[in-house]
């Protein structure tokens, strides 16, 4: 007959409270049965947030699709590509905010051609003309990159890029903190160290970052926790992470993903997906407060099922997500504040409209149906 | 919210005597408690195997003089496609390895049984060892009046010429009261029956299914289980229930529900639509199906934890969801449906449509990692 028998020891469920998980604790988390794992983190959020689930009006808009860089996971770089020019920034951010807006997240290519003058520029720009919009920008990738065009150190970058109005940097380009995987997915781009130096760099010069993991290629298993163990120790240090992003490598159009096709792996599975967001929950237990479901690679339906497993946010309504796009993302680029908040209220909370660094947004969307119609285009 | 399920409850549930009181219950649980037990009764039903079928969807015609409001697929003056190239397609699945291929189309004018009669017997010609699995009870409804034959005389001819299987589709939610909104010139919940439980009668097994997540009502949603229940109590004659939520774009009835604030349903609705579905149907329907078309790869794998044991088919092509937006693709192949099953510590097995003759299919992945696994 069934019943309901725990199988998680109990002092791995203390640890897990007490923000003492150990990597052991983890593995045993997840060898066992997911429901446990789950109801876990489920608790965990909980405690840590309560019943508000978050979500953020905003747009991401892309500097260039041009780069040097030669990451095997991309399907989005072109060697004769875009870069667009203030003027056509401002116009994206100026429609970003006719649509209600309150963040914009510009990030792109690095190329030669945009060194720290340029990215100086462009947050400048933005964030005179529009000094309500939290500009949520550059990647710790594109930051190193062009302070070394510019010839000056991260430290300085940052310390301009604050001044200039930057009100959080990207924690992307993080990938997988582990440089054997970064030598086989993007040799060209900074290594782990480096990565962690940028972002702590940021946050010492008061810029908050996020922080992300894309997995599911050719990482294993406990390197996919190191790399969550890494995020809280920064986060130890600095408190400087407003949320982590698991964010699951989609296979479609590039090397990497190829070659993964070929030899019969496939994207991760959903429970491996709701796996990562609750073991990444109990991990970063009272350190990092946020996870975030992503509706762009879970897909809809998933990303919901993820507010029971720990997550706490359903990340941004985007307007245009051109990277996962070409990576064969097939979950629409526009979710309207309306459907966030039917998904929500669907998961039994309550919905909350937030800015980038997770302020409350007092405006009620609840009425509005379809702020954009012409970008609820489906199928 | 109540956390666990009554003990009482359980134990009607293994009898296969859970009521409708027992279902709203169940809608009222944990949803994590919901779905242990479901995958309990799931694990006793049909064990780690989780099947899948090689098939092929060919729909003939998009043209049809119906007029259900959730139908985004419809048209006036759609093309009819000829019997040669019904059979080109069917040729195109026999190469692709196809153990079935699942023929629907639009009712069309002055359309009669010869039309379906036709289509069965020159496939069964050519490919004898291909599974017909096809015509909606609405279809062979429809053939019947336009013949002017009784249902069961239709039925016996199509088993006759070659007719294997039915899929048990054109059910939407079996309620008047909801098929008058949604569906008013379908045949009604009283003839669904008929039509379903005569070709039980005559050898032709069916499939089950359900269309939730418009208008109707939870009560409405456990009724229809229940009544599929009571059919196969009586006949024994349905293989598998399909829960297909309901897409709504590009539809009349969508587009109300979407300027109401109302959306698809959440990934959360449909895993409990599948457990309840598995616990009410424990002891009769072995198999509940999870349709990647609509739920995504992602979710349907999920949702073999929570009550479902099949994966269903490969498709090949796909229009009728596609063109209520669905996103997820047209055809997944046999590889990607044994890395989801064996990502959900599963042993994968192809079937056939009447899940017999089950074999293991040797396509090279049965070395996969289980669990959370990790690509190495």
């Not at chain 2, 994590?32 to 064990?47: I, K, P, Q, S, Y």
């Not at chain 2, 229809?224 to 897409?247: A, C, D, S, Y």
Request: proline share 4%.
């Amino acid at each position: 007959m069934y019943a309901k028998k725990p199988t998680t020891p109990e002092d791995v469920i203390e640890r897990a409270y007490q923000g003492k998980c150990t990597k052991e604790d983890a593995l045993l988390l997840l060898e066992g049965n997911p429901f446990e794992l789950f109801e876990l983190a489920n608790d965990l959020r909980a405690t840590t947030v309560g019943d508000t689930v978050s979500y953020v009006v905003n747009r991401n808009i892309y500097i260039t699709n041009k780069c040097v860089g030669n990451c095997g996971f991309c399907a989005y770089r072109q060697e004769k590509g875009f870069i667009l020019s203030i003027d056509e920034i401002l116009k994206q951010v100026e429609d970003a905010r006719k649509a209600g807006a309150v963040e914009v997240c510009i990030q792109g290519g690095y190329t030669p051609e945009i060194d720290m003058e340029v990215y100086l520029e462009i947050i400048e720009s933005v964030k005179t003309e529009f000094p309500d919009m939290c500009v949520h920008a550059l990647s710790p990738m594109e930051v190193n990159y062009a302070a070394d065009l510019s010839s000056m150190s991260v430290e300085e970058a940052l310390s301009k890029l604050k001044k200039c109005g930057l009100d959080s940097l990207t924690g992307t380009s993080a990938e997988i903190l582990s440089d054997r995987v970064r030598k086989i997915i993007c040799p060209g781009k900074i290594n782990t160290q480096q990565w962690i130096d940028t972002i702590t760099a940021a946050h010492k010069a008061g810029i908050s970052t996020n922080s992300t993991i894309m997995y599911g290629h050719v990482e294993t298993l406990e390197e996919r926790l190191e790399h969550v163990f890494i995020i809280r120790d920064i986060q130890k240090e600095t408190g400087g992470i407003t949320e982590l992003i698991p964010m699951a490598f989609l296979p479609y159009n590039s090397p990497i993903g190829e070659k993964m096709l070929a030899s019969g792996k496939f994207s991760t599975t959903g429970l491996e997906d709701l796996q990562l967001i609750a073991i990444s929950r109990v991990i970063l237990h009272t350190y990092v407060k946020n996870i975030q479901a992503t509706w762009v690679k879970l897909g809809k339906k998933l990303a919901q099922v993820a507010l029971q497993c720990g997550a706490n946010d359903l990340g941004g309504t985007l307007m245009e997500d051109l990277i996962s796009t070409a990576s064969g993302g097939s979950n629409g680029e526009y979710v309207s504040p309306a459907e966030f908040e039917w998904m929500i209220k669907g998961a039994g909370r309550i919905p909350m409209q937030r800015d980038t660094l997770y302020r409350k947004i007092e405006r009620d969307f609840s009425n509005k149906v379809n702020p954009l119609p012409i970008l609820s285009k489906q199928g | 919210m109540n956390t666990e399920i009554p003990e009482d409850l359980i134990e009607r549930a293994y009898k296969g005597k859970t009521t409708k009181e027992d279902g709203l219950l169940l809608m009222e649980v944990s949803p994590f408690e919901l779905f242990r037990f479901a995958d309990e009764l799931r694990n006793l039903a049909t064990g780690d195997t989780v099947t899948y079928v090689v098939n092929r969807n060919i729909n003939f015609t998009s043209q049809c003089l119906g007029t259900c409001g959730f139908c985004a697929f419809r048209t006036n003056k759609g093309k009819v496609l000829s019997l040669e190239e019904i059979l080109g397609k069917v040729r195109e699945a026999a190469q692709a390895n196809a153990t079935e291929v699942c023929i629907q189309g639009g009712l069309l004018p002055n359309v009669g049984l010869d039309f379906y009669l036709g289509v069965t017997e020159a496939i069964k010609a050519e490919f004898p060892e291909m599974h017909i699995h096809s015509f909606s009870p609405m279809e062979v409804y429809h053939a019947a009046h336009v013949s002017e034959i009784p249902v069961k005389e239709a039925l016996i001819k199509l088993k006759r010429s070659g007719l294997d299987t039915m899929p048990g589709t054109a059910a939407e939610i079996l309620s008047d009261r909801v098929r008058e909104i949604i569906c008013p010139s379908k045949l009604k919940t009283s003839e669904w029956i008929d039509v379903v439980s005569q070709a039980h009668s005559v050898g032709i097994p069916t499939t089950a299914t359900i269309m939730y997540g418009h208008i109707e009502t939870l009560e409405e949603r456990i009724d229809h289980i229940l009544i599929i229940r009571e059919i196969q109590k009586e006949t024994g004659g349905i293989t598998e229930f399909v829960p297909l939520p309901f897409m709504p774009y590009n539809n009349p009835i969508g587009e109300k529900m979407i300027k109401e604030g109302k959306y698809a349903t959440p990934g959360i609705e449909d895993l409990k639509n599948y457990a309840i579905s598995r616990i009410l149907l424990h002891g009769y329907v072995d198999n509940i199906q999870a349709s990647w078309v609509k739920l995504g790869k992602k979710l349907a794998q999920f949702a073999l934890h929570c009550g479902a044991n099949d994966l269903g088919g490969t498709l090949m092509e796909e229009s009728i969801s596609r063109s209520a937006g669905a996103s997820n693709g047209e055809v997944i192949s046999v590889d990607e449906l044994e890395w989801m099953i064996y990502g959900a510590g599963r042993v994968p097995k192809e079937r056939t449509t009447l899940y017999s003759g089950v074999h293991e299919l040797t396509s090279g992945n049965s070395n996969r990692i289980t669990g959370c696994g990790a690509s190495e």
